[in-house]
């Protein structure tokens, strides 16, 4: 009965960790709004814009969601994200997570 309890459990959250599963193109196609500060590829050369570009996608999808739940402070990303949805910010940290960092980008 326990057992049973624990597999249904460990179902629950690996099918909760799936339905939140970025996917690199619609996190591309969703991305052109952020292109403005954050370029492209996630490597502003603007010093005011943090370089997203190769950062782990766990960070970026938890930041997206702290800036969305107000844990996170900043009115910029608080509008930013205001109209996204969570699948939408895992799809948005897949796609900056897939590109060069800025050592690489840089070269
Ligand atoms: C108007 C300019 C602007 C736009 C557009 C914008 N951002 Fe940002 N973003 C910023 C600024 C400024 C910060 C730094 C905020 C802070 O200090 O917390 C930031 C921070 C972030 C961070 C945290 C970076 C870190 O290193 O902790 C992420 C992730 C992020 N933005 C993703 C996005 C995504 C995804 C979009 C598109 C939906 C987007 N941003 C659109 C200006 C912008």
Do not use: W
Request: net charge positive; with cysteine.
């Amino acid at each position: 009965m326990i057992k049973k309890t624990m597999v249904v459990a460990a179902a629950a959250l690996l099918g909760s960790s799936f339905a939140l599963a970025g996917d690199v193109a619609r996190g591309k196609e969703k991305s052109a709004a952020c292109a403005a500060c954050h370029g492209a590829d996630g490597n502003s050369p603007a010093p005011a814009f943090p370089r997203i570009g190769g950062q782990h996608e766990d960070y970026l999808l938890q930041s997206l969601l702290s800036y969305k739940n107000g844990s996170r402070k900043n009115a910029i990303m608080a509008a930013q994200v205001g109209a996204l949805s969570k699948q939408d910010m895992a799809d948005l940290a897949a796609y900056y997570a897939s590109q060069d960092g800025p050592l690489v980008s840089r070269r």
